[in-house]
C-alpha cells in the first residue's frame, strides 16, 4: 500500500488553534517508519509538491510547472492524446477584488454539463481560428493542443486557488498567447446569456480560465500511489475545522490501516506547500528497532507544520 496525501499542511494554517489535533495512527507510523526522502521546494514553486511526489512515482520527466497532467488527464476521458502537446484549460471565475484579480475555487462554479458545452462552443473558434485544437473532456475540464504547450511552465491550478492571479501569470514568452487568449475569452464571456441566467441564478457567471499541465504525454515507469485528497477542499477554503475533521478521518481510516500493513513496499507520502516527505516501514535489528520505537518523538502536528 502506498498512500500520497495532499495538503498534509499549508503555512495558513492556525497551528496554535489546532494544537488540539491528534492524530494518534500517524504519531505510531511516524515513530516506527523511516523518512525515505524529503523533496524541498518553495511554496512559490508552480508545481506543487504533491504533483512533483505523484510525477516522481510515475517515473516522469519534467522541471517546475512542466509535467503533462493535461495529456494523462485527456486520456483518462478518452481523448487520444497520440503525440501532440496538451493543456488542461479550467473553466474559472476571476474575481475583481480592490486590489488584485484571484481565482475561486471551480468546483464552486456548480457549472453543469450542458453550460459548460455551451460556453465551451462560445470560446472555441478563438482558438482554432489560430491553430489549436481544443477538446471539450467534462464540466470542468477542456484540454488544448498546441505545439507551443510543449515545454510551457504553468503553475498548477491548485496554487492559484483563492489567490492573486498576477503572482502566477508567469514571465515566460510563450505565455504572452495565452494572456491574449485570456482577454479574448473573458470579453466573449462577459455578456453570454448564460452568465446572465447563472447570475439571476445566484451562481457565479464563468469569465475566464487557468492553463496548467502542459505537455507531451509520457509513459508511466513506476507504480502510482493511491491519492487521498480529502484533505484538499477545506484546505484551499480556509475551513481549519473541516481540515482537521477529514486529518482525523484520514487517521482512523487509511493511515490506521497503512500502519497495520506488513508490506515492505508500503510508504506514506505526506505533501504541504513547500515540501514532501516519503515515510518508509524501517527494517533495523531488533535492539535498534526497539530503539527507534521509544526515542521520543514530537507530536505529529509539529511533523506537519514542517511541510
Request: charged share 20%; hydrophobic share 45%; aromatic share 6%.
Amino acid at each position: 500500500m502506498q498512500l500520497l496525501i495532499p495538503f498534509a499542511a499549508l503555512r495558513a494554517a492556525p497551528w496554535a488553534e489546532l494544537s488540539e489535533l491528534r492524530l494518534p495512527h500517524l504519531q505510531a507510523l511516524l515513530g516506527r517508519w523511516t523518512l525515505a526522502a524529503r523533496d524541498e521546494a518553495d511554496e512559490l514553486s508552480l508545481s506543487p509538491p504533491h504533483e512533483r511526489a505523484l510525477a516522481l512515482a510515475l517515473g516522469w520527466q519534467g522541471s517546475d510547472g512542466r509535467l503533462p497532467w493535461a495529456a494523462r488527464a485527456a486520456a483518462a476521458d478518452g481523448i487520444d492524446v497520440g503525440d501532440l502537446a496538451w493543456g488542461l484549460l479550467t473553466p474559472a471565475h476571476w474575481h475583481l477584488g480592490t486590489d488584485q484579480v484571484s481565482l475561486i475555487d471551480p468546483a464552486g462554479l456548480m457549472l453543469d454539463e450542458s453550460t459548460s458545452r455551451a460556453l465551451f462552443a462560445a470560446v472555441q473558434d478563438l482558438f482554432t481560428s489560430q491553430g489549436w485544437l481544443l477538446v471539450w473532456g467534462s464540466a470542468l475540464r477542456w484540454y488544448a493542443a498546441h505545439e507551443s504547450l510543449a515545454e510551457l511552465p504553468c503553475a498548477a491550478l491548485d496554487r492559484v486557488i483563492g489567490r492573486n492571479v498576477d503572482r502566477w501569470l508567469g514571465h515566460d514568452p510563450g505565455l504572452r498567447a495565452i494572456r491574449r487568449l485570456q482577454s479574448e475569452v473573458q470579453m466573449v464571456l462577459h455578456s453570454h446569456p448564460l452568465n446572465e441566467v447563472r447570475e439571476a441564478q445566484g451562481l457565479l457567471p464563468v469569465n475566464s480560465f487557468w492553463l496548467s499541465g502542459c505537455g507531451t504525454a509520457q509513459p508511466v515507469a513506476g507504480t502510482p500511489p493511491t491519492v487521498d485528497d480529502r484533505l484538499h477542499a477545506p484546505a484551499l477554503a480556509s475551513d481549519w475545522a473541516g481540515w482537521a475533521r477529514a486529518w482525523e478521518t484520514l487517521d482512523e481510516g487509511p493511515i490506521r490501516a497503512l500502519l497495520a500493513t506488513a508490506s515492505a513496499d508500503a510508504s506514506l507520502t505526506l505533501c504541504g506547500e513547500r515540501t514532501a516527505a516519503r515515510y518508509e516501514p524501517a527494517s533495523p535489528g531488533l535492539l535498534a528497532g526497539l530503539v527507534q520505537r521509544l526515542r521520543p518523538r514530537p507530536p505529529a502536528s509539529a511533523l506537519l507544520e514542517t511541510l
